[in-house]
């Protein structure tokens, strides 16, 4: 997971973010503008509909901002000329809903991603598994998400979420679905991730108290950051 | 895990749903076997009938209906004088209501004319001359109607007798009841009437040579048309609309098996919209999401075409055996149909699912992270 260095040493960069809905009625972020240091833990908050979603959606190439920019290691996010392999080979997503496929077990859920990686079939397998086991669920490997509590969903969500090991992990919420207790492990899981493999790792929260664990908050208001944990960034 | 894993799964994950678009298609392939089947049977039974007869050309005038329009016999002289004509035998055949079959060939020929000499006596014997009241049946024929020999027939309002029962060599030959041309010309009415020439060509004879003696024929015959006889009964008008309505009628049924199909996989698009944009979100092209739609509604189209072809085989194997239309037909199940019918099949699933495989190719990956 080597995390190259850019011009600027930013992984992520925006500068003057727009996003407008709905012919313009709608407007979720205004001028928005940061900067992320490869290997940083990153926490954007907010209220719901302050736009720290859709700003998460543009970080993953889901999603494209109506004006300003948004580089990814120098590079144009919303001119990526292949998105898919950005969000497959560079960007790791948890949601907060899990969405794991159903039908499928612990351990084919994991192999999901790779078949957009580039590591042949058969040796799919084991790396799922090694990442079942990084993430504690090993006596797992085989049950299907509703045979899992809501800690464990999480788990493999994340271990999913590594399968191409990808530079940066982007996190919607990921304790929004869990009790207190699984919220902790699946925080001291990615913190984990986040001290030891050096990852870069953004997390959307609306809770104060989660977004604690990160290093840098980036707190966000009507589409604009009120304040940033990073002194040098200014708030537009 | 392939991508044919999460294929099969998509599938299983609605067994009830699956299981009945599986219905709705192998319906539709199954009267693509049963009625295809059954029209191509009929020409090559009567293909085969030619064969085991030894005759080469046939002389009649199919026009639209089933058994050819009679026409007068003297013709028979004309033909019998070319020069690449070996034999000729004179026949009147008709379809028609024989005791308790419903419908029943009955082929009436010159007596001594090569058209007899493949019949093998099984029990009984032959006619004992042109004028005999007797008949001689096709072995599935005496089966249809009990009889055996020594029994008396009713032909139309003539009683005759049974003297024996042939094998013919092929279906419509043992299909039918066979006797000689003047005892059927009188009980019809049709007195030096005749309604097919069966041709045999001076040995041997290319198909080059066969087809330059159908065109002599058709000069010094305006009366009937002169053809191969492989391509008698398929160049006739009333087998092509038999053909067609059998075409038309399954491309219905097939039709019927497309909506099926296509409603399916726009109901699984629906359904799985947050997983596709999910899968779109963790990295997965559109193309993958397509082919991912277009492998699941091929593999319907494949299942539900094997299923089709088995319950098309067993239903045309019934059908044939039902006291309407057994010793009629045989119908041609043969390998290459079989095939069509899958192909056309795993052409329906792939076509049916070329829609929903669009659609779910437009879907935004950032729905992935609504809800």
């Known amino acids: 997971m080597a995390v190259k260095a850019t011009p600027s040493g930013s992984i992520f960069e925006a500068a003057g973010l727009e996003k407008k809905f709905d012919d313009g009625q709608v407007q979720a972020l205004r001028g928005v503008t940061f900067r992320i240091q490869p290997g940083e833990f990153v926490a954007i908050t907010g209220q719901s509909g302050c736009g720290k979603t859709t700003l998460l959606q543009m970080l993953g190439a889901l999603d494209s901002p109506t004006a300003g920019t948004l580089l990814y290691r120098g590079k144009s996010i919303p001119d990526l000329p292949d998105p898919s392999a950005y969000r497959a080979r560079e960007i790791g997503f948890i949601f907060q809903a899990f969405h794991l496929l159903p039908t499928f077990t612990a351990l084919e859920n994991v192999q999901i991603p790779m078949f957009e990686g580039d590591l042949p079939i058969p040796e799919r397998k084991n790396r799922a598994i090694s990442l079942l086991k990084s993430v504690g669920l090993e006596h797992r490997l085989h049950h299907l998400p509703a045979k899992l509590s809501g800690g464990e969903r999480q788990r493999v969500a994340i271990a999913r979420s590594l399968a191409n090991r990808p530079s940066v992990l982007l996190a919607d919420e990921p304790t929004g679905n869990l009790d207190s207790e699984n919220a902790g492990l699946t925080l001291e899981l990615l913190g984990r991730l986040h001290r030891e493999q050096n990852m870069t790792l953004v997390l959307v929260t609306h809770d104060t108290g989660i977004a604690r664990s990160a290093v840098r908050t980036i707190h966000m208001k009507d589409g604009r950051i009120v304040s940033d944990g990073e002194p040098a960034v200014t708030a537009s | 895990m392939t991508l044919f894993t999460i294929v ?208 002599q024929i058709d000069k010094l015959v305006p009366e009937g048309r002169a053809m191969p006889a492989a391509e008698h009964i398929g160049n006739s008008q009333a087998y092509r609309v038999v053909q067609a309505m059998s075409w ?103 076509i049916s699912g070329l829609y929903p495989a669009w659609r779910s190719s437009r879907l935004a990956p950032s729905r992935a992270l609504q809800g």
């Open chain 2, 8 to 215: 099969v799964r998509g599938l299983i994950r609605r067994p009830v749903r699956t299981s009945l678009t599986l219905v709705g298609i192998s319906i539709g392939i199954a009267a693509v076997v049963a009625l295809v089947g059954i029209s191509r049977g009929f020409s090559k039974s009567w293909e085969n009938g030619m064969k085991a007869r030894g005759t080469d050309v046939v002389v009649s005038n199919m026009g639209s209906s089933l058994t050819p329009k009679p026409f007068d016999a003297s013709v028979c002289d004309r033909i019998a004088h070319l020069p690449n004509v070996a034999a000729t035998c004179p026949i009147l055949v008709d379809l028609m209501s024989v005791e308790t079959a419903q419908m029943m060939m009955v082929s009436a020929r010159e007596w001594g004319g090569f058209s007899w000499d493949n019949l093998k006596v099984i029990a009984g014997r032959m006619p004992h001359d042109a004028r005999e009241q007797a008949v001689v049946l096709g072995s599935t024929a005496a089966e249809m109607l009990k009889k055996k020999v020594g029994d008396p027939i009713q032909i139309d309002t003539a009683e005759l007798t049974v003297v024996g029962i042939v094998d013919g060599h092929a279906w419509v030959e043992n299909s039918a009841v066979i006797l000689s041309l003047p005892v059927f010309q009188e009980i019809t009415g049709n007195q030096g009437k005749i309604n097919i020439i069966d041709v045999r060509a001076t040995p041997p004879a290319s198909s080059q040579e066969v087809e330059a003696l159908c065109q």
């Open chain 2, 248 to 350: 038309g009628t399954s491309l219905l049924a097939v039709l019927v098996g497309v909506l099926g199909v296509m409603n399916t996989m726009l109901m699984t698009v629906f359904e799985r919209t947050q997983e596709i944009c999910v899968l779109l979100a963790l990295g997965w092209r559109r193309g993958r999401i397509v082919r991912m739609v277009l492998w699941e509604s091929a593999l319907l189209g494949l299942l539900g075409g094997v299923a089709g072809v088995l319950l098309g085989a067993v239903g045309v194997k019934i059908l044939g055996e039902t006291p309407a239309i057994r010793g009629l037909l045989e119908p041609d199940v043969s390998p290459s149909l079989l095939a069509t019918s899958v192909a056309i099949a795993v052409g329906v699933g792939v």
